[in-house]
């Protein structure tokens, strides 16, 4: 069964006060590694997807990075606006068009 | 350009009742799903359609029905509402073509009394 451990559950910054985020997961044949924002109230809105061990993305303050068993999305110089939960999700090549999400980090950035 | 419209935003409903949660994408998207997003839970998936004329069930599909009515549209329907179905739905599309990068829906908040 696929699985996906992200924490911590939640992280209070100061602006500009660097920090990253972890997605533990366990999955028989990694297809694609994502990675969601979502604002209070709102529906996730995506961010990246990462599909190998050594893979970047970036925007912005955000860079999100893969191993064999972890990704780690990285927020430089975070902001207020950069306040919402993160959301990683997995999907498998024998999960056809799913995706196995994790319970997301609450991100709150203080000025 | 509006993406993916869910309806209604809100809803009370009492147990035994029964309710229909629309959702219609117009971003000419493949594949539909249904999700329920509870405290702790994450994201779980209820009903997915990989293309019009097909649904399946997902990880989380008792007490629930699905209905894909064409291209754009998606239905869930809780024939009979228990608390335990108070949750957030979201509806998503994604074009189908291989991985899956999603787009949501505002999500319907439904709490069951």
Redesign the interface.
Same mark, same amino acid.
């Given at each position: 069964e696929d699985q996906v451990t992200q924490s911590p559950e939640a992280l209070r910054l100061q602006e500009g006060e660097s920090s990253s985020l972890n997605c533990s997961y366990t999955v028989s044949g990694l297809r694609g590694l994502f990675w969601y924002r979502q604002d209070p109230g709102k529906g996730p809105e995506f961010l990246f997807t990462l599909y190998s061990a050594g893979e970047e993305k970036e925007k912005e303050r955000l860079k999100a990075t893969l191993t064999k068993k972890e990704s780690f999305l990285h927020i430089t110089a975070p902001k207020p606006e950069d306040s919402a939960t993160y959301l990683c999700a997995v999907q498998a090549w024998a999960a056809g068009n799913k995706l196995t999400f994790g319970g997301g980090t609450r991100v709150l950035v203080k000025p | 350009n509006a993406g993916?419209t869910q309806t209604p935003k809100f809803q009370v409903l009492k147990t035994g009742q029964s309710m229909t949660l629309q959702c219609a994408q117009d971003m000419n998207h493949n #594949?539909m799903?249904w999700y329920r997003q509870d405290p /702790?839970? @994450?994201?779980?998936?209820i009903y997915?359609s &990989?293309s019009e004329g097909t649904t399946d069930k @997902?990880e989380v599909p008792n007490g629930y029905n699905v209905s894909r009515l064409n291209k754009r549209e998606f239905s869930l329907r809780l024939e009979s509402a228990a608390p335990s179905q108070t949750s957030v739905y =979201?509806c &998503?599309s #994604?074009e /189908?073509a @291989?991985?899956?990068?999603? =787009? =949501? !829906? #505002? !999500?319907t908040q439904l709490s069951v009394l």
């Open positions: - | 993916v #594949s799903y /702790g839970m @994450g994201l779980r998936l997915y &990989a @997902g =979201f &998503a #994604s /189908g @291989g991985t899956e990068k999603l =787009f =949501f !829906g #505002s !999500g």
